[in-house]
């Protein structure tokens, strides 16, 4: 257990909606990070927030965006969705700014129809 | 354009013999890299890392080697155990210059089977 929560681990919904997922990191990890994952595809770099605040933006739609909240929690919010939105999305957390050595989420997985 | 990559999808080992993953990047900017394992329906899980000061990390059965003048670099398990049996991912980073240039460039994995 990695200690990094992610809620829900399974989500199945239409084209067109919108969607978010949830992350609760590591106690007193305060950064953290939203990868995606589709299918045969390394793990894709979305968003980092550190302390509450949008760090670094990676490869990340307009149609998605996310917020960390003050309790550290984070969420990814996804919408309009697209069949090609279909994924795992990781969350991982880190202490510090940098994610040398995150732990990373059981993911959730996305499916749209 | 794939900065970092995993060119084998799997590799199969007989238990007890060395396991070597591969990895090779294009940005000599890296300064870091790490691999992680991932079992199915976990997250990836970090294993080792390594930064580009050094040519080798120990950990265990675990050793990373890091070529810079190749841009290569490379896990060995020895030996390899059936629990062993995961996909593993190769990472690298650009720790000194934070921000999006910081996170983490992930390769695609190679799936590793480990046969009793």
């Known amino acids: 257990d990695s200690g990094v929560t992610q809620t829900p681990k399974h989500l199945i919904t239409a084209t067109g909606q919108r969607v978010t997922l949830r992350c609760s990191p590591r106690?007193?990890?305060?950064?953290v990070y939203w990868y995606q994952q589709s299918l045969d595809q390394g793990l894709q770099f979305l968003i980092q927030?550190?302390?509450?605040?949008?760090?670094a933006k990676g490869n990340i739609l307009e149609r998605f965006s996310a917020q960390q909240f003050p309790d550290l929690h984070s969420e990814l919010n996804l919408s309009s969705l697209e069949l090609g939105d279909s994924a795992l999305y990781f969350c991982?957390?880190?202490?510090?700014?940098?994610?040398?050595?995150?732990?990373f989420g059981q993911g959730t997985r996305l499916t749209v129809v | 354009d794939q900065q970092v990559k995993q060119n084998s999808p799997s590799l199969s080992v007989q238990e007890g013999r060395i396991s070597i993953l591969n990895c090779d990047y294009t940005n000599s900017m890296f300064d870091y890299f790490l691999w992680y394992k991932k079992y199915p329906a976990e997250g990836p899980t970090f294993l080792i890392s390594i930064s580009s000061i050094k040519d080798k990390n120990e950990d265990g059965r675990f050793t990373v080697f890091l070529n810079k003048s190749a841009k290569h670099l490379s896990l060995h398990i020895v030996p390899s155990q059936p629990g062993d049996s995961a996909v593993y991912f190769c990472a690298a980073s650009r720790l000194n210059y934070g921000g999006s240039q910081g996170n983490l460039i992930f390769g695609k994995g190679t799936k590793l089977s480990v046969k009793p």
């Open positions: 927030y550190y302390n509450g605040e949008e760090r």
């Open positions: 991982a957390s880190s202490v510090g700014r940098t994610n040398t050595e995150a732990f």
């Open positions: 106690s007193g990890d305060l950064s």
